[in-house]
């Protein structure tokens, strides 16, 4: 089975409006099709856990309703609707976004992917968004032309 690269960028929102939620969404329904390539996680620690956690969300019942119902992205939109206690506020959905949007990648995977990508260690980017970006655009292009 192909893997596919999950191209949808954590500064993504969907209807809900919510950075991120798009990626996870598409990481964890590849990974339940056996199509997530090595490398990729599904719901784990960083961006995943910021933006569950955050809404009020389990991410272990997040990772089993994408893994056994496989929705459409509004579906699972919907999902998170319907979550008992989740905090779907204005303020708290700008918080969310504020901490995806701003954090910085940790030294040592900045620089891993600085290298990766051929960029020197100089190179001023710091954006964990941007970084991965940058990762998931190399391993696209080295599909297609490898």
């Known amino acids: 089975m192909e893997k596919l690269i999950p ?3 954590s500064g993504t929102e969907g209807p809900l409006g919510v950075k991120h939620l798009p990626r996870l969404w598409l ?18 620690p960083g961006f995943d856990y910021i933006v569950l956690e955050g809404l ?3 991410p272990d019942t997040t990772r089993d309703f994408i893994v056994r119902h496989r929705p459409t ?3 699972f939109e ?3 609707r319907e979550q008992p206690g989740a905090d779907l506020s204005p303020e708290n959905l700008a918080k969310i976004n504020d901490t995806i949007a701003n954090r910085i990648k940790p030294a040592e995977a900045r620089l891993e992917i600085l290298k990766e990508v ?4 100089d190179t001023p980017i710091e ?9 998931d ?8 032309t490898g």
């Open 27 to 44: 990481k964890t329904l590849l990974s339940a099709t056996g199509r997530l390539p090595d490398g990729y996680k599904d719901i784990r």
């Open 56 to 58: 009020g969300i389990d």
């Open 78 to 80: 919907q999902w998170i």
């Open 7 to 9: 191209l949808i960028s």
């Open 127 to 135: 954006n964990s968004i941007m970084l991965n970006n940058l990762d």
């Open 137 to 144: 655009w190399k391993a696209v292009h080295d599909r297609i």
């Open 118 to 121: 051929g960029l020197p260690e």
């Open 73 to 75: 992205y509004l579906s």
